[in-house]
């Protein structure tokens, strides 16, 4: 069996396995085919989009990121980590200035999705600077 | 000092896509891109692998060039 052979029948055994999990979960049983059919799609997309090399022999882990698309998403996280503290401290000293005033739980979800935004936007704009 | 290569050429010379090198030395199409535009320096693991994959001393691939222009 060739290497993409054992990819792609590794993909189809652990797609099915998610749609098995969703159907004994109790959903629709259409439903656990979408969610088994969506997840062999994107199986079959990963290794075409440019961010992950398969390696087969890896088994269950065979989609990975190879150096560059590693080291675009170290930039990423390290540009939302940055971003989010910043944004943390300056919430932080931004209500120390009004002590009566509790920091609102709200505004901490805000910081956690600022991250996700950097994290996407860096990625893409790293990925297309190196295009 | 930059980091120069002709892999395009080599690889051209060598009658290899892309697609091939990029599975024969475990990194994604976009990588080999990358490498081919100057856009992303490779590790040297991974210089030593293309070079491998082509059958062709290092240094044949790359090099380093001044800023000037010129090799060292």
Known sequence: ?131 | MNLRNRLKEIRLEKNLTQETLAGSVGVTRQTIIAVEKEKFVPSVRLALQIALALDTPIDRIFWLEDSQGGKP
Not at chain 1, 61 to 72: N, P, S, V, Y
């Open chain 1, 1 to 131: 069996m060739t290497g993409m052979k054992a990819y792609y029948l590794s993909r189809a055994v652990i797609s099915a396995g998610f749609g098995l999990l969703f159907g004994l979960s109790g959903s629709p049983w259409w439903t656990a085919v979408l969610v088994g059919a969506v997840a062999f799609a994107w199986f079959l997309a990963a290794p075409h989009i440019g961010r992950y090399s398969v390696h087969p022999e890896f088994g269950v882990t065979a989609l990975r990121r190879d150096e560059r698309a590693q080291g675009i998403n170290d930039k990423a996280a390290r540009n939302a980590f940055v971003i989010s503290m910043l944004a943390a401290g300056g919430m932080i000293a931004y209500y120390a200035a009004f002590p009566a005033i509790a920091v609102p739980v709200a505004a901490l979800r805000w910081i956690l999705i600022l991250g996700v935004v950097v994290y996407y936007v860096s990625d893409i704009w790293l990925r297309r600077a190196q295009a």
